[in-house]
């Protein structure tokens, strides 16, 4: 009688390329990345820092009503995204806009949806960073934790009996591992053979839930294979790693028709979102370290300037030119008027229901009977 341990003594590897002054370890073992991707990849991963930077501020001017960054997890969002085909459909969580920057969508596409304007694809509906397009393949942004992951395996069965050339691909945090919908999803994916490429960011936290009280086991990457799925555990702050690692999962995905499973170790240098206070529950002095001292961007600006790719003057002005296309994508955004309010009751129904059009009757008496709660220029 033998049973198997519940844990190996040697942990999982984690795959690295650049060490954490942006140099190329030796013997690494990666995909070469061009001047001219690079460059776009750094540019993006910084565009992305400045966007979270204003549109965070926004939020604390009352200008939006809810807002979550990705500080620490540039180099995930962006090295991914640089890996995949534009074909390749992408099912988010909400940490991930610079897949979507990545793919083409514009600055004013994101203020329209952070407030909720006549633009915004969403019509008003989503709470804010809940992005979504049909013309870059990228599902719209759900609340709920993991629901994602059972539809992704759907979505790359579907491309496997249509027999395209290309995979889906989903993102979770750690915290969303313990969610049933993330073992079915990877159960459905492994036993339908389904192209999935999974991507976990292991940030460390789940809001304040720490990585210890989330499992016992090592990591997530073990995870992928009780269900039989090909694993790998990589460096999310070394984008040279990422990169590599999600171009070669969706090669094996496309090609083998299989399900992979990569596990991003990075940190949450943000706060989980505008309504959390990381600083109540971890010391200030640990958000410092990873901001500073294992900053992915920084990390990767070192390699680019190494290459003789990057300068000074090249960083003052995409800082400077962001900036200014975010403020003015801002103030087009405040312009622009809100969806009436008969849009939150459209498209649900083809006849809308009778208990729906007595909510609606109600809310629009509200309106009357209380105009002063409500912005100028609201619609009813």
């Not at 304040?208 to 990591?219: A, C, L, M």
Request: proline fraction near 5%; charge should be negative; glycine fraction near 6%.
């Amino acid at each position: 009688m033998k049973f198997i341990p519940e844990s190996s003594s040697r942990r999982i590897p984690c795959y690295r390329v650049l060490d954490e002054d942006g140099r190329i370890i030796p013997d690494s073992d990666f995909i070469p990345v061009s001047e001219k991707l690079a460059v776009r990849m750094y540019e993006q991963m910084a565009t992305l820092q400045v966007m979270d930077h204003i549109f965070y501020e926004a939020q604390r001017q009352g200008r939006i009503s809810f807002y979550l960054t990705s500080v620490g997890e540039e180099a995930i969002n962006i090295a991914s995204a640089a890996a995949l085909s534009p074909d390749d459909v992408v099912l988010p969580q909400y940490r991930e806009p610079g897949v979507l920057l990545w793919r083409g969508f514009t600055l004013e596409e994101f203020a329209n949806q952070c407030f909720g304007n006549k633009a915004d694809y969403g019509k008003g509906r989503q709470m804010p960073i809940h992005y979504g397009s049909n013309r870059l393949n990228y599902f719209t942004i759900s609340s709920p934790i993991a629901t994602q992951l059972p539809q992704a395996a759907g979505v790359g069965y579907s491309l496997k009996m249509d027999k395209k050339n290309a995979c889906t691909v989903t993102f979770i945090g750690d915290g969303g591992t313990s969610e049933g919908d993330f073992h079915a999803g990877l159960n459905f994916a492994a036993v339908m053979e389904a192209p999935v490429v999974f991507i976990c960011r292991n940030n460390g936290w789940a809001i304040s839930t720490h990585i210890s009280e989330q499992f016992r086991s090592d990591g997530i990457v073990v995870k992928g294979q009780a269900y039989g799925i090909r694993s790998i555990r990589v460096d999310g702050n070394d984008a040279l790693a990422v990169y590599s690692a999600v171009r070669s999962a969706r090669e094996m995905a496309v090609t083998e028709q299989r399900p992979v499973l990569i596990e991003m170790m990075t940190y949450r240098v943000g706060h989980h979102s505008t309504s959390d206070d990381s600083t109540k529950y971890r010391a200030a002095d640990e958000i410092q370290y990873w901001k500073m001292s294992r900053n992915p961007v920084n990390r990767f600006r070192k390699w680019v300037e190494d290459n003789g790719w990057w300068s000074e003057e090249d960083e003052s002005k995409l800082r400077s030119n962001a900036r200014k296309q975010l403020l003015q994508a801002i103030q087009a955004a405040e312009k622009w008027e809100k969806q009436p309010l008969t849009e939150l009751f459209n498209d649900v129904y083809d006849v809308k229901p009778k208990n729906l059009e007595e909510q609606e009757l109600g809310l629009k008496e509200l309106v009357k009977k209380q105009p002063q709660d409500y912005p100028p220029g609201f619609h009813v």
